[in-house]
């Protein structure tokens, strides 16, 4: 069945890096696009940017210009997320998702903490 | 910049009960919106695309409607694995959720 599967959590410091993995399977994997989202604790949904599995073309939200990077490795069918220069207010769940538009996979999510 | 906003924040139903929840954009979307049930621990799921399309292995007690600025998300005959926090989101430009609505057991 289509699935994806995200990376363990992640405890991190401000100022460091985090690089999240998304692994697909199920579908031809660059027939479509990853999207992330993340959810701050009790809030609500904030797209992040996406990513074409295909050709590898990326767009961010313009929150995260200059710190988010998504990339993809066809061979193994997984994407991945890396948030830089990382803060307090970036603590929230990441998930992935197939989909540019609407988003019909999601993976279980993966907790990033940041705090020193 | 587009703004969406869902309306009532929470609310609190009975099982069985028919239950229509509200979600508003600043500026036409035309029909590019989407809903998602989200429980607590768990990643959202698609209900709704295109304001009015089921998605796969979605339950017709769920329907959505709409098209421009306002849209519903309808559900007939409330289930109790039906009580969580449903968020509307716009595509017409970059993705956007809204605040979501929560709907609780009265």
């Known amino acids: 069945q289509v699935q994806l599967v995200q990376s363990g959590g992640e405890v991190q410091k401000p100022g460091a890096s985090v690089k999240v993995s998304c692994k697909a399977s199920?579908?031809?994997?660059?027939?479509?696009?990853i999207t992330w989202v993340r959810q701050a604790p009790g809030q609500g949904l904030e797209w992040m940017g996406w990513?074409?599995?295909?050709?590898?073309?990326?767009k961010y939200a313009q929150n995260f210009q200059g710190r988010l990077t998504m990339t993809t490795d066809t061979s193994t069918s997984t994407a991945y997320m890396e948030l830089m220069s990382l803060r307090s207010d970036d603590t929230a769940v990441y998930y992935c998702?197939?989909?540019?538009?609407?988003?019909?996979?999601w993976g279980q999510g993966t907790m990033v903490t940041v705090s020193s | 910049e587009i703004v969406m906003t869902q309306s009532p924040a929470s609310l609190s139903v009975s099982p069985g009960e028919r239950v229509t929840l509200s979600c508003r954009a600043s500026?036409?979307?035309?029909?590019?919106l989407a809903w998602y049930q989200q429980k607590p621990g768990q990643a959202p799921r698609l209900l709704i695309y295109?304001?009015?399309t089921r998605a796969t292995g979605i339950p017709a007690r769920f329907s959505g409607s709409g098209s421009g600025t306002e849209f519903a998300l309808t559900i007939t005959s409330l289930q109790s694995e039906d009580f969580a926090v449903y968020y509307c989101?716009?595509?017409?430009?970059?993705?956007?959720f809204g605040p979501g609505t929560k709907v609780h057991i009265k």
């Open positions: 998702s197939r989909g540019v538009d609407y988003f019909d996979m």
């Open positions: 199920g579908y031809k994997f660059t027939s479509y696009y």
């Open positions: 990513i074409s599995a295909y050709n590898g073309v990326t």
């Open positions: 500026q036409s979307v035309s029909n590019n």
């Open positions: 295109g304001a009015s």
């Open positions: 989101q716009q595509y017409n430009n970059r993705p956007l």
